[in-house]
């Protein structure tokens, strides 16, 4: 008994109670032994199955984890971390380690902010390169319910990639924020705007915050359900759509934009917008435009220089081409008076505002009326340039007409003479800031060709009045000559005359220009005014002449020629004269010149001629006859006579039914 109280003291006083109890008693002991061995084996099977799950857990986690005691001393690590440190689990346990991985000659700056022996508070995180590998390295200790420090937990998060793809990003938000063109991603179902960049901030002056809070309508007011079903289309496609737009600013301006736009696919389908502001491109464009209207204004200008036959057809033809082919409201042309006023006539007018013009009561003296545009443009010859009509002061006497006509800018370009001023071209706009310095060189060269054409119109009218006079004086010199041969020979009165009318309707027949036909007239008016020299007994004698006599009478063209040779007349009156008996066949005289070395004028007055003579009577036989004379030249046509010549003079007689006059 003393040796069963030895082994168990509790049954030893069980059985002191009495032994009625006693075995009873001994039964209950070996089974509340049995019971408390198997909860504690369940409890150590539990703990070892939870152990095991944990470090399974562990082990499937991509991140290298591992515990160490407050020496650094790894005390359990997963999968991860022991094929990063390249050496078995048992050479693990108990080691530093940083003397295993990642090496270093002292901890992670993590693990000491997370050590038992840091008293301040420090950041357990931080980034760590090994190798061409980034990791994030955080650490955290592990306490008991009492504070006591157990172990520290330290996680090894590879974010090589992450840190990779962030890079890449902030690359790719600087080429965004610094992009020349703004961008914007929008939502495809509500199109509200989900990203933009810096360039849109600033372009529309609304901060990024601002932005992300609106939808694409607020800022372009012509993105409609149709332009986005487009982008859709395209997109199915695998193409883009480029259209033009207009972006509107916090300020409530609006500036044109170029727009690029297609789906892309992120998460989810987006709508990648690249806005252009094209502004300047648009001015540039207009600008062109506008110099292109004004290089073809300039181009129609000369060709109506070219068309006009006077003065107020050229100024009317200029004014209409400048509003018709420059796109101008208003053109028109005002001429310099001499009157006591000094006033400005207007002398024409394109374009609408005629009563404007003839309301203006402009002059070019030193009154009000004299300090608008035009008037300082003529005294001083420098063109003016009114950008805004409603705020320049040089136009304040007209402004409330220059509204009421809606004309919002004005050019005034003065048109001179060897340095004088006689007049002005004033041409309006509709559009403020309207006169480019381009577009004011090429209006000053239409305004010089302007004043050149003026100028040259008057100029050649005072020539044709001076050509007129001269052509009369020369015309009435040669009826003077002729009337002279006349009164010398009688008998040949009105032969001249008639001549001249003949060879006139040849000339014509063989469509000659008036200006060489009427030349041809004058030479045939004249044609023997050689015979002047030649004795009056000689050209009246009834019978035969002898052979001298006929000599004689052969030296009138000569004659002739000497007498006319010293005037100088518009056409070869002088040639045809000395030719006018030559012939073809190189028979005729006083040259003996052949076909090819006659001209066409003294052939044509050697025909007509011939005809004339012979159907006309002379003191030495009677008048042959039409018939006889056309006889003669058809008999000899090509050889003594100009085959064209006979067959146009034959043509006259028999088939227009041609006379000779009386």
């Known amino acids: 008994m003393d040796e069963a109280l030895k082994k168990s003291p509790r049954k030893a006083r069980t059985v002191q109670h009495g032994s009625a109890k006693s075995e009873a008693c001994v039964c209950h002991d070996e089974a509340d032994h049995q019971i408390a061995s198997g909860e504690l084996c369940n409890i150590y099977k539990k703990i070892e199955r939870a152990h095991q799950e944990w470090m399974a857990a ?31 689990f048992k050479q693990i346990i108990g080691r530093i380690y940083y003397d295993i991985f990642p090496k270093a000659e002292a901890p992670l700056h993590s693990s000491l902010a997370a050590s038992p022996k840091r008293t301040k508070k420090h950041d357990s995180e931080e980034e760590v390169q090994v190798a061409d590998k980034i990791f994030r390295s955080r650490a955290s200790p592990v306490k008991d319910e009492r504070g006591t420090y157990l172990y520290t937990v330290h996680i090894l998060e590879e974010i090589t990639e992450r840190k990779k793809n ?35 901030c600033r372009d529309l002056g609304y901060s990024r915050k601002e932005l992300l809070s609106m939808n694409i309508r607020d800022i372009d007011r012509n993105f409609s359900t149709d332009i986005q079903k487009k982008v859709e289309e395209q997109t199915r496609r695998h193409a883009q759509i480029r259209f033009e737009s207009m972006h509107w600013r916090k300020d409530g301006s609006a500036f044109p934009v170029e727009i690029s736009a297609k789906v892309i696919e992120l998460d989810k389908p987006y709508i ?22 004004v290089l073809k204004t300039l181009s129609e200008c000369n060709r109506a220089m070219l068309r006009a036959g006077s003065e107020l057809e050229l100024m009317q033809g200029m004014c209409d081409v400048i509003v018709a082919s420059g796109g101008y409201s208003l053109a028109w042309i005002g001429l310099t008076q001499q009157d006591a006023d000094k006033t400005i006539e207007p002398a024409a007018i394109a374009g609408t505002g005629k009563q404007y013009v003839e309301a203006l009561n402009l002059s070019w003296d030193d009154r009000p009326q004299g300090q608008g545009p035009a008037g300082i443009a003529i005294r001083t010859g420098i063109t003016q340039i009114v950008q805004n009509t409603q705020q320049d002061p040089r136009i304040r006497l007209w402004q409330k007409a220059a509204a009421q006509y809606g004309y919002a800018a004005v050019i005034v370009l003065p048109l001179k003479e060897n340095g004088r001023v006689f007049g002005i071209l004033a041409i309006y706009s509709s559009e403020t800031e309207a006169f480019s310095d381009d577009e004011i060189s090429l209006l000053e060269e239409v305004s010089y060709d302007l004043a050149f054409g003026i100028v040259a119109l008057r100029t050649r009218c005072l020539h044709e009045q001076i050509s007129q006079r001269l052509y009369r004086s020369l015309e009435g010199t040669i009826t ?30 063989l469509k000659l220009p008036e200006e060489d036909i009427h030349g041809i007239y004058l030479a045939s008016v004249i ?17 035969k002449l002898n052979k001298l006599e006929y000599e004689i009478i052969q030296i009138h063209p000569q004659a002739g020629y ?59 036989r009677p008048g042959l006859g039409i018939n006889a004379a056309l006889g003669e030249i058809e008999q000899h046509r090509g050889t003594r006579y100009s085959a064209e010549a006979v067959d146009a003079c034959l043509k006259l007689f028999r088939e227009q039914g041609y006379q000779l006059p009386d």
């Open 527 to 543: 044609h023997d005014l050689g015979k002047i020299s030649i004795p009056a007994e000689i050209l009246s004698k009834p019978g």
């Open 562 to 620: 000497d007498i006319l040779k010293q005037i100088e007349f518009p056409w070869p009156v002088a040639q045809m004269v000395h030719q006018h008996h030559e012939r073809p066949d190189g028979s005729g005289y006083p040259q003996g010149l052949k076909d090819g070395e006659i001209l066409t004028g003294a052939q044509i007055i050697a025909v007509a001629d011939t005809v004339e003579a012979m159907s006309s009577h002379r003191p030495y």
């Open 166 to 200: 962030e890079a890449d990003l902030k690359l790719f938000r600087t080429l965004l924020d610094n992009s020349s063109d703004a961008i914007e991603i929008i939502d495809p179902a509500t199109l509200n705007l989900v990203d933009v960049n810096e360039t849109e």
């Open 58 to 88: 562990l082990d499937e986690v991509e991140d290298l984890i591992f515990l160490y005691d407050k020496n650094f001393c790894i005390i359990r690590c997963n999968r991860a971390y022991q094929q990063y440190a390249g050496i078995p």
């Open 272 to 293: 990648l917008a690249i806005s252009r502001d094209i502004s300047e491109r648009k001015k540039t464009e207009t600008e062109l435009l506008r110099l292109n209207r």
């Open 480 to 509: 003077a000559m002729a009337s002279m041969v006349e009164m010398r020979d009688p008998y040949t009165a009105g032969h001249q005359h008639r001549v001249a009318e003949l060879a006139q309707a040849i000339a014509r027949e």
